[in-house]
């Protein structure tokens, strides 16, 4: 299986969102990755036939090697989707329970697999205690979750999930991620995030998306390489922190308290000062290396 995306194009009025968009998607996760207002949403209600593109074509490639438009698929590539929007529309009025069988029955699946599945999903993502309990009723989390689970729901092969753990706290994050993970095997997992940590460990290749445009796509490892040797450990004291931040990009201060001394983490080629020591790069450091300033204003 293959989804092609070939030179998508998207403007609202004057504002270019997305510029000719292209990648092949394989089974496997990928990560699309930028800060808020580059595209990723976009890109994604595309994907899903929410939202028209300008320009350009989508197309999937079976196991059997046939190719066809999506968009002329319509219901047969809409049943290979799963899709998690970054504001979902729950019903409030809904239980829990009751509205995963609504989604199943629009996806058309049978009562038999419905009933294997919801269970099963719903306690995957640790909402089996509040099956009964109104949608309208449920934290933000919550809701989060359901709005996963009904996109896994029917077992799609391709997963488009726009910022699928925003407002969850860091064990809900790391629990949601693992699931992703999991359920990821001969899958196209497509996420869209501005949270590193999220997809770091999970993404054989990460999408940098900057102001519509693509600006990396490559696994991991090999991002980090190209900051190999620009990353740096600087101790130093509470009076000189300023002055560093002035002169260097710094992604991390941590204190010690007990001894009163700083560490920084800087961004820089040269060896900023004489007692920095070299540090492995992180994709957060690449994150911040191709961001800069506009990343922190998230
Ligand atoms: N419905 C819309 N109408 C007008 N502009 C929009 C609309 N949706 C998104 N945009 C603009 O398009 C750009 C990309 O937005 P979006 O795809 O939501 O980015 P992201 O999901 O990465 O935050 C932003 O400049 C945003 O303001
Ligand atoms: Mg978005």
Redesign the pocket.
């Known amino acids: 299986m293959i989804l092609t995306i070939s030179g998508i194009t998207k403007s609202?009025?004057t504002?270019l969102?997305l510029d000719r968009f292209t990648a092949a998607l394989e089974p496997g996760i990928y990560a699309l990755l930028?800060p808020?207002?580059?595209?990723?949403?976009?890109l994604m209600n595309i994907l899903t036939d929410n939202l028209k593109a300008d320009s350009g074509s989508i197309t999937y490639t079976s196991d059997e090697g046939v190719t066809e438009d999506v968009l002329k698929m319509g219901v047969r590539f809409r049943e290979k989707l799963g899709f998690m929007p970054?504001y979902p529309g729950l019903y409030p009025n809904f239980s829990v329970e009751r509205f995963m069988w609504y989604m199943a029955a629009l996806k058309g699946m049978t009562k038999a697999d419905s009933m294997k599945q919801i269970p099963e999903i719903l306690s995957e993502v640790e909402l089996d205690d509040v099956m009964r309990r109104k949608i309208g009723a449920l934290s933000g989390g919550m809701k989060q979750r359901l709005a996963l689970a009904q996109a896994v729901l029917g077992d799609p092969e391709i997963l488009i999930l726009d910022e699928p753990t925003a407002g969850l706290d860091p064990k809900q994050r790391i629990s949601i991620r693992n699931y992703i993970s999991r359920i990821a095997f001969n899958k196209i997992v497509l996420i869209?995030t501005h949270v590193v940590p999220d997809i770091e460990f999970i993404a054989r290749d990460v999408i940098f998306?900057k102001k519509?445009v693509i600006v990396d796509n490559a696994p991991p490892h090999v991002l980090t390489e190209k900051i190999a040797g620009s990353v740096w450990i600087v101790p130093c004291a509470e009076d000189e922190v300023q002055g560093m931040q002035n002169r260097f990009r710094v992604t991390n201060i941590a204190r010690d308290e007990t001894t009163g001394t700083v560490l920084l983490r800087v961004l820089n080629e040269k060896k900023p000062s004489e007692g920095a020591g070299a540090a492995a790069p992180s994709l957060e450091d690449y994150y911040l290396h191709v961001f800069g300033d506009e990343a922190s204003r998230n």
Do not use: F, P
């Open positions: 609202y009025g504002n969102a930028g808020n207002g580059s595209g990723k949403s976009t970054q869209a998306l519509g």
